[in-house]
């Protein structure tokens, strides 16, 4: 066994044990989920501590301090701007405006970008995904094989005045026709600096630990994104933890985290990019008659509408977009 292994064997004897809570474990939501009598949501590679395998556990996110070198995020900063200009055309790259500018003059500026969606085919984006120091940390959640399902960078805009740059609370997995859940993780990597005033994430710690939610439109008067669904009912009294990062830094955080991000109150485009990974084991799920066939109906119509495909199902619409980035492609 491993040293941490071991460590992290004699902390869960002691959690067994013992009612007192671990001070060395910085900990938002042990007040209402219980404790890890064994570890669910992380594997043992060697690289987690113990410390930050009992985070994850209980909190359902991890933040790791400058994984990505500034140098990295400049060239894909120069990627996306070369996109905005039109300087290259992505195969099946989406480029989304926010819903308040998405009437006014196109002009081929970053202005006009909110966020780029399925970067797969651009390869100096897709590097992102690849890179060797967020694999290694993603396997600890997914295990050896390991799909990119889903990747973006979001740039997102100044408000323009209708609060329509937040992004309302939702849990990832509502948009997701795979299982199990647990296999599922999101890497997040800010481009610069995020804090409560350009709209950083937002998260609920310990509702990982929960089940998918219905979500819908929420009814703001401003109007809101497409597709930028909401948990219709979450509890505003939970505790909510807003996540300030430096450039680099990067949070890893499970699909069932109900998390958003409030509104750009900058005048800049505060920037993240961001790749959801899913164990290649993952099966695909008939999602009709669940809480999802709402979403389902919404891909399928734009990409029927979108890209003239004719009949298309909502997990073809995930298998043609999975992008194997580690070991070997089981099932997805
Ligand atoms: C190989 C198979 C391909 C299958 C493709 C399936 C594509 C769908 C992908 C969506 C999957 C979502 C997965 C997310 C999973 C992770 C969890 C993340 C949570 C989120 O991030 S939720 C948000 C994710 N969704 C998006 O980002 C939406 C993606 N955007 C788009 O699909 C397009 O940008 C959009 C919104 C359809 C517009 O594109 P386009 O049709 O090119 O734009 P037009 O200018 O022609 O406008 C047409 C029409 O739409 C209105 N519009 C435009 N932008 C918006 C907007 N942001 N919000 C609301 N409405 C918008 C525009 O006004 C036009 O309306 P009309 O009434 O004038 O027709
Ligand atoms: N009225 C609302 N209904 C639903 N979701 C909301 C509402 N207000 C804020 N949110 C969501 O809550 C999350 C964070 O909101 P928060 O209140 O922390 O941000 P903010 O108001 O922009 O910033 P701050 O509170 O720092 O001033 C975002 O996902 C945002 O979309
Ligand atoms: O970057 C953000 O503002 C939130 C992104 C997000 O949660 C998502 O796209 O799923
Ligand atoms: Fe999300
Ligand atoms: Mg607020």
């Known amino acids: 066994m491993s040293r941490a292994a071991e460590r992290l064997r004699l902390m869960i004897n002691h959690l067994d044990r ?43 996110f991890l933040l790791i301090k400058n994984l990505v070198s500034e140098e990295d995020i400049d060239k894909f900063r120069m990627a996306f701007e ?19 500018i998405v009437k ?50 979001i740039n997102k805009p100044p408000d323009a005045g209708k609060k329509t740059s937040r992004h309302p609370m939702h849990q990832d997995l509502h948009y997701f026709p795979f299982r199990p859940a647990d296999s599922i993780v999101c890497a997040w990597t800010a481009m610069e600096k995020v804090d409560r005033q350009n709209g950083c994430l937002v998260v609920l710690p310990g509702t990982h630990t929960g089940t998918l939610q219905e979500h819908d439109y929420p009814e703001w008067e401003g109007g809101v994104n497409k597709m930028y669904h909401g948990v219709r009912d979450y509890d505003p009294k939970h505790p909510r933890v807003h996540l300030e990062m430096e ?32 164990s290649a084991e993952c099966y695909y799920i008939d999602v009709k008659g669940t809480l999802q066939e709402n979403i389902e109906n919404e891909v399928k119509d734009i ?11 909502f997990k073809d619409t ?12 089981t099932s997805l």
Request: glycine share 6%; proline share 5%; with cysteine.
């Open 104 to 153: 006014s003059e196109f002009v081929a500026d970053e202005k006009a970008v909110s966020k780029l969606q399925d970067f797969q085919e651009d390869p100096e984006l897709f590097r992102y995904c690849n890179l060797p120091q967020i694999l290694n940390y993603v396997e600890c959640f997914t295990g050896p094989n390991i799909m990119a399902m889903h990747t973006m960078l």
């Open 82 to 100: 070369r996109i905005c200009r039109q300087e290259v055309k992505v195969p099946g790259l989406v480029v989304m405006r926010d819903v308040a």
């Open 247 to 278: 450039k680099g830094d990067t949070v890893f955080f499970h699909p069932l985290l109900i998390h958003g991000s409030g509104m750009n109150k900058t005048q800049g485009f505060r920037k993240a990019i961001s790749c959801h990974y899913a």
């Open 303 to 313: 990409a029927i509408r979108k890209y003239g495909l004719g009949e298309i199902t």
């Open 18 to 60: 013992s009612s007192a809570t671990i001070s060395a474990v910085p900990t938002y939501a042990q007040t209402f989920t219980s404790r890890p009598q064994t570890l669910r949501f992380t594997h043992d590679t060697d690289l987690l501590t113990p410390e930050q395998r009992l985070f994850y556990e209980e909190n359902g």
């Open 318 to 329: 995930w298998a043609l977009r999975g992008r194997l980035v580690q070991g070997e492609r």
